[in-house]
């Protein structure tokens, strides 16, 4: 027989001309058969080797996509130029696999075609750009030696994968890669049997030594098991999960000689139970199970032989270790093949051996698939973090790119993120502590956002690939428990009992209208460890539940999501502060704080008693005092409620600030500093000639007083509708009751000012409860908050002994009294009843004109001025809606406010009159006010007062 040289262990022998010799011999000097080809090989015969390649691999090289592969090969057949040598290095990973190739040989390996050291350099790294825009540098896929190489990354490579493989040897078999079909190119198990042990053993690990993907690494094992015990039927269970999670996957069951690889990527995992059945005994126990007669053991499941009709007989079956000696899967073996009796000694051996070496290869196909896994998923939260920072300005836009990528991510069906109610959303923005993150309400959830896709979308008529969905007030039982844990993930499935939940969850608890098959939940944290909300995945694809690697990619997820949802709060916090910013300034270019004459000039005069600024009446017009008196009368207010003293105001402080909250008045028609003053002189009134400072406390006073002062302040004649219509700064600074926010807020500004704090000797308690008790009443003026109270405060009023005592039926009464004192106007005597209402309906008429002019909409029907001759029917209507009902409850209250029902009742009848003539709005406009009607006597001017000061003090020296 013909034979060659060959070099082992140091001594040169000969070794017969076989085919196993020459391929071992070729695969051992892949330099030689690239040299010869490139020295003996003519054009055609390389051509003809090239087409039936591409043949014997079921491929078409004439096609205009192999064309386009193989044009770097033509270039090189169809040019004269000489190959030049290149003075490339092999990697590191390379010299291990192959021997020092020459230059020559390295040009031939590296490039099909010829560049220089430049070029090559370029090629290895290309720029490219992703959907979103952010640049990413990617290495290039590493150009092989051959085009049969170079057609190993077809279209189902993935870009992953590319980019690894970049970094590894050429000969690795890696998941995804076409590669071989294993049956297909190898011996028969005659051809294999007649090696003798050691080379048939070194033959079956080589065969296994460089394959990565762990599905055409276990076939390969198995085929390779068949052969050496000469076993029917083989199969490979893997060990996944850790502790009393544990459980056995097969994708590869009963694995015969005829079996195709392709076939296997198609199989349904089979899981089985860790510690049940022949396999689960010998994963748990480490033991090798050599059975004769399986039907003699009552470990044996005989179902599966009665579902395939397949008679089992004897079974070998042994773990598979790793270098450590740990169990990562269980092999076995299914009746001997062509032969009776059971598996042997020699069987067992010889099995054991080879598991030795298999558990090495899977253990690096794990480990590598892990890898792939880790860097698939770091890609993923690199384009989430991407996601995050580049879109900061709106909540929904931002969550319904989340939620798509951790459908992406986990693979699941349903994404849902559900957002706690957190007073920073709310109107005030807490403006005046910016930097202080707000508390959040974990007793509900504001908002959910959910993603769906696949089989859980409802509507698949629709063709969209995803379903969006934004939930109100969402009732989530599982997620209100975790963000009331805080820190715990649930990962369950439907009706297993946990903490908390002894049935475990259901469709129906987690407010869902589909069905559950699993879950992952995990609550969303800020940096100081306070819940913004809660993540849930649903339903992951193909799999019962969610493993230990999405546990721990989740957590990731939700430090993202947080990260983002943070940003974008903070964002619109930043936008609100700015648009406070933007109208501090406009006040400041329009309002003015009090001079120091104007202080002086009312410190010089005495103030006024009640009785004679009449302001203890309820009929009292404003109309009767001049500006300056109105500040007198302010003063009056706080001396009568004892507030200077109890609270230790500087007068000083008092007439600067009663100045400063006057003259930040607007002018504008109606809600001008008259109509601040008139409600507050109607509070007044109720606490005193009401007597409601009997049962309030001081602070409540003080705060129902100075409310009322501003619960107006830099009003600007229109409506919180028209601010949203126009959207102003302060309609994108709160969120709902814009005017009264601001009055409020702009109360804080100007009582911060130096010299105009008159609550500077409060304790911070006392501050804080006067801060909250006063906003409550600034906000109460909106006629919506009153409508959301009113059948509340009806049913109370109509209680036997209601208890005002109960500090919120006390807050509902306060709500109530400054509505009516807003509203008062409706109350007063018919003269001034009919000159407010027509003020009012100016102011309402300019708002109409306004719409109408910059809009180009048609006004809502009480600002339309081409109705102002249907005033009477308007104020009919508004004291049938609105007032009658809150003096009536008020009345029921307090017996000594039944002046206001009456004088309401009156001025409905005067309306109703008025409506039955059908008078027109100029007709109502032209009336003569009769003041003698109003008050017996008017005061005058500060020099009126004080004349009549002196006059009272002369017959008082008289007497």
Request: net charge negative.
């Amino acid at each position: 027989m013909p034979s060659f040289m060959k070099k082992l262990g140091g001594c040169v022998v000969r070794m017969p001309l076989t085919e196993p010799n020459v391929e071992r011999y070729l695969e051992e000097h892949p330099g030689f058969l690239q040299k010869y080809v490139v020295t003996h090989l003519s054009e055609t015969d390389v051509k003809e080797l090239y087409e039936h390649w591409y043949q014997a691999h079921g491929r078409k090289s004439s096609t205009e996509k192999e064309r386009k592969r193989s044009r770097t090969e033509d270039e090189r057949r169809t040019s004269n130029t000489k190959v030049e040598p290149m003075d490339t290095k092999p990697s590191v990973l390379d010299s291990k696999h192959f021997t020092r190739k020459t230059s020559k040989e390295e040009a031939m390996d590296v490039m099909p075609s010829i560049e220089t050291k430049q070029k090559l350099a370029q090629r290895m790294y290309r720029k490219t750009i992703s959907r979103e825009g952010a640049p990413i540098l990617k290495p290039y896929r590493r150009e092989l030696s051959s085009s049969s190489s170079q057609n190993l990354f077809n279209e189902s490579f993935s870009d992953d994968l590319i980019n690894i493989r970049s970094l590894l040897p050429t000969n690795l078999q890696l998941p995804g890669e076409p590669g071989d079909e294993p049956s297909a190119r190898r011996r028969s198990r005659e051809e294999w049997r007649q090696l003798n042990e050691p080379d048939l053993m070194m033959e079956l690990v080589r065969d296994i030594a460089q394959d990565l993907d762990l599905v055409s690494l276990c076939f390969k094992i198995l085929l390779n098991v068949g052969i050496l015990t000469n076993g029917d039927r083989c199969s490979l269970f893997l060990i996944f999960g850790s502790g009393d999670q544990r459980f056995l996957v097969s994708k590869l069951f009963d694995v015969t000689e005829d079996s195709k690889l392709k076939d296997m990527y198609a199989h349904k995992p089979i899981r089985i139970p860790y510690g049940k059945g022949i396999v689960g005994y010998v994963a748990e126990t480490g033991k090798t199970v050599n059975i004769a007669d399986a039907y003699q053991d009552e470990r044996f499941n005989q179902a599966i032989d009665i579902q395939t009709g397949y008679r089992t007989k004897s079974i070998l079956c042994m773990p598979v270790k790793n270098h450590q000696g740990e169990v990562v899967g269980v092999a076995q073996v299914i009746n001997k093949k062509d032969e009776e009796g059971p598996f042997t000694a020699t069987d067992e051996k010889i099995f054991e051996k080879y598991l030795v070496f298999c558990g090495i290869g899977i253990t690096n196909a794990l480990l590598f698939q892990s890898s792939v896994i880790m860097y698939k998923r770091s890609d993923s939260l690199v384009l989430l973090a991407h996601y995050i920072f580049e879109e900061q300005r709106d909540m929904k836009t931002l969550l319904r790119r989340v939620l798509k990528k951790g459908l992406e991510m986990f693979s699941s069906s349903g994404c849902r993120i559900l957002l706690l109610d957190m007073p920073d959303n709310s109107p005030e923005g807490h403006i005046i502590e910016p930097t202080i993150f707000p508390p959040i309400n974990q007793d509900k959830f504001a908002v959910c956002y959910e993603v769906w896709t696949g089989d859980d979308i409802r509507n698949k008529d629709s063709g969209d690939e995803y379903e969006f969905n934004k939930i109100i007030n969402p009732q989530d039982t599982l997620a209100l428990y975790i963000a009331q844990s805080t820190n715990k993930t649930i990962n369950t499935v439907p009706n297993e009992p946990f903490e908390g939940f002894s049935n475990g969850i259901t469709a129906e608890l987690m407010g869902m209208d589909r069905e559950i098959k699993n879950i992952l939940a995990m609550p969303i944290m800020t940096e100081n460890r306070k819940v913004l909300g809660v993540v849930e995945i649903v339903n992951k694809k193909g799999e019962e539940r969610f493993d230990r690697n999405d546990e721990s990619l989740f957590e990731a997820f939700t430090l993202f999501c947080g990260l983002g949802i943070y940003n974008v709060i903070n964002f619109e916090r930043l936008l609100k502060a700015n648009n406070a910013q933007k109208v501090v300034l406009e006040i400041l270019s329009y309002h003015a704080s009090a001079s120091q004459d104007e202080v002086a000039k009312i410190e010089r005069v005495e103030i006024p008693t009640a009785k004679q600024l009449k302001i203890l009446n309820y009929e009292f017009a404003d109309m009767t005092l001049s500006n300056d008196e109105t500040i007198l009368a302010t003063l009056r207010m706080f001396i009568d409620l004892d507030l200077i003293n109890k609270f230790q105001i500087d007068n000083k402080n008092l007439i600067r600030w009663s100045i400063t909250v006057r003259k930040n008045y607007r002018d504008v028609m109606y809600h001008n500093w008259r109509h601040g003053f008139n409600v507050a002189q109607m509070m007044f009134a109720m606490l005193t000639s009401g007597e409601m400072n009997k049962m309030f406390s001081d602070i409540e006073v003080f705060a129902l007083l100075v409310g009322s002062l501003c619960h107006d302040i830099d009003h600007r004649g229109t409506t919180n509708q028209f601010q949203s219509l126009s959207n102003s700064p302060l309609a994108n600074l709160y969120s709902t009751s814009f005017m009264e926010y601001h009055h409020f807020n702009h109360f804080l500004t100007i009582s911060q000012v130096e010299g105009n704090n008159i609550f500077k000797t409060l304790d911070k308690e006392d501050y804080c409860k006067f801060i909250e008790l006063t906003k409550a009443t600034i906000l109460a003026t909106d006629l919506a908050v009153y409508f959301r109270h009113k059948t509340q405060f009806q049913k109370l009023v109509d209680e036997e002994s209601p208890d005002w005592v109960e500090t919120s039926n006390r807050n509902l009464l306060r709500s109530m009294m400054i509505t009516g004192c807003d509203l008062s106007a409706i109350t007063k005597p018919w003269e001034v009843q009919r000159l407010v209402a027509e003020k009012i309906a100016s102011e309402f008429f300019n708002q109409g004109d306004l719409e109408r002019d910059i809009f180009g909409q048609a006004p809502a029907y009480m600002m339309d001025r081409s109705k102002r001759d249907e005033l009477p029917k308007m104020q009919v209507n508004f004291i049938d809606g609105i007032c009658m009902a809150l003096y009536e409850s008020l009345e029921k209250v307090n017996p000594l406010f039944r002046p206001l029902l009456e004088g309401c009742l009156a001025n409905r009848r005067n309306w109703s009159n008025l409506y039955e003539r059908r008078t027109s709005y100029a007709e109502i406009s032209s009336a003569n006010i009769s003041l003698s009607s109003i008050n017996t006597t008017r005061v005058g001017d500060l020099g009126a007062i004080q004349n009549q000061q002196e006059e009272e003090s002369h017959e008082s020296v008289e007497g």
